[in-house]
């Protein structure tokens, strides 16, 4: 369903299990980040009602995610950790070359949210799948179902607002791309990395 080229490592769990505390602090930074990406959307492109609408939307959402991850740091006596970089994102931010118009620009950074979402999606269904954790394998199951749907949002936008040949075409190259990417990842406790 998500048309991702290259899957997770399976190993990449029990290396989130050796430091439960590191993949909480970054899930809760990429929840922030999300709502980042929503606003920064807004703030681009307020002619797109509709994008707006469901942005605004998005925005709550993905704050919530952070309150819900972030309750459960403290709740196991641990306190929030300082951001990291994304080595994913950044990487993944390269694919597209800069400028062009302006619906060029917005397709291209609909396209990078969704495959964000969708290798979020698709990290959070081994989590709750594969992880000994029984309160974080409910908790990641039912974030996996908000993460697929935001894929689909994004998606979705990307192809109502650029030709759909071209969206569909630059989707496959991005998602080779990132299977390339994610070769070289999967050794970190990262939602993505």
Avoid at 14 to 40: F, G, M
Avoid at 132 to 144: A, I
Wanted: net charge neutral; hydrophobic share 40%; aromatic share 10%.
């Amino acid at each position: 369903m998500l048309g991702l080229k290259l899957p997770t490592d399976p190993r990449w769990i029990k290396i989130v299990e050796k430091n439960i505390e590191e993949i909480l602090t970054d899930h809760a930074y990429c929840e922030q980040k999300a709502a980042s990406t929503a606003i920064s959307l807004i703030v681009s492109f307020p002619e797109y009602s509709g994008l707006v609408d469901e942005m605004v939307a998005l925005v709550k959402e993905e704050i919530s995610h952070f309150k819900m991850v972030h309750d459960r740091i403290k709740a196991r006596g641990w306190t929030l950790g300082r951001d990291r970089k994304d080595e994913y994102v950044i990487k993944l931010h390269q694919f597209f070359p800069k400028g062009g118009s302006r619906t060029t620009q917005l397709v291209h950074r609909l396209l990078y949210a969704a495959l964000i979402e969708a290798r979020s999606c698709e990290r959070f269904r081994l989590l709750s799948e594969q992880i000994n954790d029984e309160e974080l394998k409910e908790f990641y199951r039912k974030l996996m179902v908000s993460e697929a749907n935001h894929y689909t949002m994004f998606l979705g936008f990307a192809r109502k607002y650029g030709n759909l040949e071209e969206v569909n075409q630059k989707w496959q190259d991005l998602l080779v791309y990132e299977a390339e990417i994610m070769s070289n990842l999967g050794k970190k406790e990262h939602i993505h990395g």
